[in-house]
């Protein structure tokens, strides 16, 4: 790792960081309480193309830190991805309607 960090780069990496943070937050807080399951389902597949970035990344690695961060990339992206879809079952599984349940057609 002999490259220099470009500090333009550097300062528009954090740029682009604060402003989807921002917009992020912005969307998220705007969204109604009742429709944050499909968006928590779209967020968890949008994250499963990260996770394909990151094996990219990793692929072409050169040195064992860089192999190292980009296999934590991929182990994090991926627990991240199948965690939320447990999630997202799970409340779902709060709304579907149970045999003998009030309003259930025989």
Known sequence: MTEALDPRALVDALLILVL?????????????????????SGANAVHGVIVVGAIVVTATADTPLQ??????????????VVGGFVVT???LEMFR????????KP
């Open 89 to 91: 079952d799970r409340m």
């Open 20 to 40: 989807t943070a921002f917009v992020g937050y912005e969307v998220v807080s705007k969204v109604p309480t009742m429709l944050h399951t499909p968006l928590m």
């Open 97 to 104: 309607r149970r045999p003998g349940e009030p309003g259930d």
């Open 67 to 80: 192999l190292g961060l980009g296999l934590l990339g991929v182990i994090l992206g991926t627990v991240n």
